[in-house]
Each structure stands twice: as C-alpha cells, then as structure tokens.
DNA sequence: GTCAGATCTGACCGATCGGACAGTTATTGT
DNA sequence: ACAATAACTGTCCGATCGGTCAGATCTGAC
C-alpha cells in the first residue's frame, strides 16, 4: 500500500477481482492473471508478495467498510440499529459485489483471513443489530436470513438498475424483519 | 449407481460431502479424503471413475430433490405456486445442508456440472413461482432474496433445532414476498 | 552519453495435483 | 482345495501449481 500506484499494478487488481469472482481464489491461477492482464506472471509477483497479498489488498477496501460500519452501529439499539444495520449493509454489498462473489466462493478460507479479520465481530453485531437485540431462534433466524439475502442477491446479477435494486432489497429486508418499511 | 452398495464406498461418500463442505471441491484433494476415510488414494478411484464422480453422486439426490420440486411446481400459479415454493425450497436446503454448502462454495462449476443440469431451470421456475407471474423489478428482487436467504440460512450452522428454524424460514421467506405467512 | 534504479521477462524449481497401473491380498463359488 | 474375481495398495506419471532468479529492457537524472 505504501507503493506508489501503477498502471499495471491496478490493472491487475481488476482482473484479478474478475477472475476471482468468475471462478474462486483457488480456481484462478497467476497464469490466468497474467493471462488476462497481458503480462508475465512474474511481473504480478513482482508487484505484488504472493498471489495472497492480492487477494489481501482486493478484500481490504470491503474490509474497512464494514468496519466503518461498526462504528457507525456502535451506541444505536433496538428499531434505529436494525434499520441502520439494513441500509449499511445493503450499501456496503453493492459498492462490493465482486468483493462479495469472491468471499462466497472460499468462506472457509475468508473467515481466518487478516484482511477481514473484524468480520466475524462485526456480522455478530450486525445479527444483533437485525434480531433488535434478541438473541432467540424467531429473530436470530429472521437476522441471518437478511444476510444471506442481500449477500446473494448483491452477488447475483439481475438486470434491475442499482438505484432500484437497492430500495427494494431494503424494502424486502424490512419485511424479512417483520418491520414496516415505512412506518416503524 | 448400478454398483452394489459398499461400506467403504458410502464411507467415501460421507467423508467426501463433508471435507467438500467444509474446504470446497478444489480446496480438497483425493489425498484428503482419503486420509480421513483411512483408505488409500487408489481405493478411492477403484470406486469412483474420478473425483468428479464422487461430486456427481453426492450431487445427484439433490438434483432429483430440485427436479422432483419443478414436478411439483408444474400447474400452481399465484398465490399456491409461492406458497409451495417457499415451503419446498425450504425442505429440499434442510435436507442438503451439507450439498448447498458445495454448491455455494464452487458456484461457477456448479451450475455447469451435469449432475445439476435442471438447476437452472427450475431456479428460473421457482422465481417465477416466487414472484407471482410477475418478472417485473420489485418482485423479482424479493424472489432472489428468498432464495439466497433461504439457502444461506439452511448451510450456516445456527444452533437452531431444526423445525424451528423450518418455521421460522418459512414465515421469514413469506413476510420478504410480502405476503402473510397464515392468511393469503 | 551514461549510469542507476525501477520494471519486466523466460527459464526454472520443488510441491502437489488428479489419475494410471501392476501386483498383492481378501473373498467367494464350486 | 483351488481357481476366479473383487478389493485394495504402493508406486509412478504428466500436468499444473505458487514462487524464485539472473538477466534483459526501459526510464529519467546528470
């Protein structure tokens, strides 16, 4: 990081996000990298440590975000936690969604990763946040299903425009909450 | 399949479904799997063709389970065709725990493996189901989510017992569609 | 022009992958 | 008892993996 930015450097950033998106860390190779970005495969490893240190510095960016948003949750509670857990977290799947493909497709190796390694806090305070505060099966259950359903279908891609995509997966996250989307 | 039953060959099976869902299917080698079977690796493809047939065996039941819900499907419209899909999607992702698990870890290879030829069509179904008809953006987002919601929720691992967490699913998959989970 | 440092390449390395094969041991029908 | 077949092992193979390294090439300061 502490690297000036070069062209090629953040050209392979984008290909390498493509690649792990379409086919998973372990299913891309530096050979597809090169491949892809029209270099040698030693001039990655010449930009970067290893084929990891991109991985790292591709999910970092997603990494911060989702520690912004525990600092944005911390000290709200109850109806004004859930609704902000809802919006941030939709906000934060849609600015990452290649992010959020690529962490789906290896969740065992993302979940000890140093780049993410405030994740498993933060989805714990996410979860309270969503079930309001309860942790019993109706609202932990309703939690992780909201989750998983902005996971996916921020993943997924449907041809709905993002401004459309984004106010209805808060308006279904809602209900999956059993809360008004208007009216609290 | 024409095989006879072996204790070996379902002792592979077992060992393999787990370390697949636990590592992925690249992120587990035959060597792996043959370890914890307490086999050698020759064992394993003097039963199995190829580590993909043992992915296709372990895939199949599910595949049926999905191709048996199309069957199932076929005819329903509206409000019923929601209401079946809901309430089947939820019972196939409990029964394969385990299988959706692989499935979401290795999506790109998935839905072009064989074994899975049907999936495509009927996810196409069961969103239609799931959307009342309709292909239009508000209802085709809370399809998706039901979906991913569905089946993320079904591969985690919260201590729920498991009809609660069937309940709770399918009110949780009814309320995101917008519908009440008792009365139509 | 020329020298220094950054940038990039082709060739190579050890490890590991999925898989093949010949041969050995257990099982079974007669 | 004995042949025949099923079940299994140790060993080897080519391919591919992530990563290293010496050297070629490019670039800007002086």
Redesign the pocket.
């Known amino acids: 990081m502490a ?2 930015p ?4 953040e050209h392979i950033l984008r290909s390498a996000l493509r690649l792990f998106a379409e086919s998973g860390y ?1 299913g ?5 990298i ?1 491949q892809v970005t ?6 990655l ?3 970067f ?5 991109i991985l790292t510095e591709l999910l970092t960016p997603a990494g911060e975000g989702l520690a912004a948003l525990r600092a944005r949750l911390t000290g709200l509670d109850g109806a004004a936690a859930a609704r902000e857990a809802v919006t941030g977290f939709v906000d934060l799947a849609l600015r990452f969604r290649l992010e959020v493909r690529v962490l789906f497709q290896d969740i065992p190796m993302m979940t000890t990763h140093p780049a993410l390694g405030a994740v498993p806090a933060v989805v714990e305070l996410l979860l309270t946040a969503l079930a309001g505060g309860s942790t019993a099966p109706p609202d932990t259950v309703a939690a992780h299903m909201v989750l998983g359903a902005v996971s996916v279908t921020a993943a997924d891609d449907l041809g709905v425009p993002e401004e459309v995509l984004r106010a209805e997966m808060i308006r279904g996250a809602l209900r999956t909450l059993g809360r008004a989307p208007d009216h609290p």
Chains 1, 2 share one sequence.
């Open positions: 690297r000036p070069s062209a090629l450097r372990k891309t190779s530096l050979h597809d090169a029209g270099c040698s495969k030693a001039a490893l010449y930009h440590a290893s084929k990891d240190a």
